[in-house]
């Protein structure tokens, strides 16, 4: 091997060595994390866990119009969203207006001011289903602690948290008085052995958001950088003539002990290293570029609406006429703009609801031909290249959970950014807007780092059984990189005590002398 050739192959080691020694441990982490998320993820409320617990909207007692409830506020403008459910056995309207929110009962006309502590212990109650009077009150919280952290809560403090003694706790705003965040023992549990070390959600680091990101940044950029190297070192080593000798055997391998083992996963599994921490990083956003142009995303949404929500066109059929017309149980009323007209929309669960309009009969969804002609006048001069119905997921619209909304309507445009947009049905809303570049990220990040493919998803078991073998061969390169390090470090502080020792041996001679 030519000199040259020698220095670069050992600054590729030493920098494999040393930064293996540093980042290692987080493979260890993510791999062994990553089989438990295969399950269980972060505790949160889903849409459809929020429904089964709503209670049902009782129509009689809704006596006051929505334009009256929003007058109350006294706010100028109209509102960016609003709609009935139901709180604290009364129904309420919870209008949205920028950072402004408000709820009026809906039988008064009075307004909820900041939910009481009371309030939020009968609705975490209702929740669990058991005693209030069984329940501790651990706060009003307004730091996050570990279970919410996430800084689309930081609106909703101060929380209210109740626990019970099977551990079961409830945090309920005090904002609007909705649960907002709900564990058990089992999903807590889960959550430290999971979505916690995965995603470094450990509190102190967390609460700090911008200290969080560079962290993850950094090692998952480290890492990227340990594994290619890593394979350069591999490459540079491996005899396909077999040249080495192990256990007086031709052997491809150079090495003995743990580093061997240590090459061996790293040849079969490096690549897999490199993959998934560069979409690991990529969850991050590092790279603005790859999220795409949401400009004609935000045309299509503005132009699906028609314009700003105006209260005063529901006044020719009333919240309750709605409610008997849908013909459905409805735990949540949506008052929507479609096309610039004024519809109810009756939800009972995160997958039913029925579409009330001011004239005419109750309808499951939303006309595909009015969403394509609203289409074609909100993309000009681009054209609709294709329009269709997606009755089961695709490659691009795809939820492993389920909880996309199906049947969706598909258009694609021929504009320069080759645009695609899916339409939700029922509620003619913007579920995923993807162009060139978003379609690259869609594979480079859930593609790479959570093998989501289509033919793997509609066909598991083989799905978990691909990710627990790779996962599982990940785990092992991290364990001998682990040992190893542990080696490395070892020595250097046998070499640098030897070191020591002999220095203080010289002074001392010196001294005597």
Not at 301 to 324: C, H, I, M, Q
Not at 356 to 361: A, L, N, S
Request: include cysteine; charged fraction near 20%.
């Amino acid at each position: 091997m030519r000199p040259a050739a020698q220095l670069v192959l050992r600054c590729a080691i030493v920098c494999h060595r040393w930064l293996g020694v540093a980042l290692f441990p987080f493979v260890i982490l993510w791999f062994a994390s990553g089989i438990v998320m295969m399950y269980w993820g972060f505790p949160e409320v889903s849409q459809r866990e929020r429904f089964a617990r709503a209670p049902r909207i009782e129509p009689g007692a809704i006596r006051v119009s929505p334009e009256s409830a929003y007058r109350k506020l006294r706010w100028a403008g109209t509102p960016e969203s609003a709609e009935i459910g139901m709180l604290d056995g009364r129904p309420v309207y919870r209008f949205r207006m920028g950072n402004h929110r408000g709820i009026v009962f809906a039988d008064s006309g009075s307004i909820l001011g900041e939910v009481t502590q009371d309030i939020a212990l009968r609705l975490a109650a209702r929740w669990t289903g058991q005693a209030a009077k069984r329940a501790q009150f651990e706060g009003a919280m307004r730091e996050p602690d570990q279970w919410t952290v996430s800084g689309e809560l930081r609106a909703m403090r101060p929380l209210f948290k109740f626990a019970w003694p099977d551990g079961e706790q409830v945090y309920v705003s005090a904002q609007n008085g909705e649960v907002v965040q709900y564990t058990t023992r089992e999903t807590r549990l889960a959550a430290y052995f999971g979505a916690i070390p995965h995603w470094l959600y450990w509190t102190p680091l967390r609460k700090n958001r911008r200290q969080w990101y560079r962290v993850v940044l950094w090692s998952s950029s480290g890492l990227v950088c340990v594994g290619l190297l890593g394979l350069l070192v591999g490459a540079w080593m491996y005899s396909p003539n077999a040249r080495y000798r192990y256990r007086g055997m031709p052997s491809y391998i150079p090495y003995e002990g743990p580093k061997r083992w240590h090459m061996i996963s790293g040849v079969t599994f490096g690549v897999l290293i490199c993959t998934w921490a560069f979409s690991g990083l990529l969850s991050m956003e590092p790279f603005e570029w790859l999220s795409g142009d949401q400009e004609e995303a935000g045309k299509i949404d503005g132009a699906l609406r028609g314009g700003a929500l105006r209260l005063e066109a529901f006044a020719a059929k009333s919240p309750v006429t709605a409610l008997k017309q849908a013909g459905i149980e409805g735990k949540r009323i949506d008052f929507v703009s479609f096309d610039g007209l004024p519809y109810y929309l009756i939800r009972s669960s995160a997958g039913r609801s029925r579409i009330v309009p001011m004239q005419g009969e109750a309808m499951d969804q939303f006309d595909r031909g009015a969403i394509l002609r609203i289409a074609r006048e909100a993309c000009q001069p681009a054209t609709v290249e294709e329009a269709r119905v997606v009755s089961h997921y695709d490659a691009y619209y795809l939820d492993r959970h389920g909880q996309h909304p199906l049947p969706a309507f598909l258009v694609r445009l021929n504009d320069a950014n080759r645009s695609w947009f899916y339409i939700d049905l029922k509620t003619a809303q913007l579920v995923e807007a993807y162009d060139r570049m978003s379609r690259w990220n869609r594979w480079l990040y859930h593609g790479l780092h959570s093998w989501n493919f289509p033919w793997l998803y509609n066909h598991r078991p083989a799905w978990d059984a691909m990710m627990i073998v790779l996962l599982a061969g990940g785990l092992a390169l991290g364990v001998t990189a682990v040992v190893l390090a542990f080696q490395v470090v070892g020595r250097s502080w046998r070499s640098a005590a030897r070191n020591g020792r002999k220095i203080l041996t010289n002074e001392q001679t010196s001294d005597l002398s």
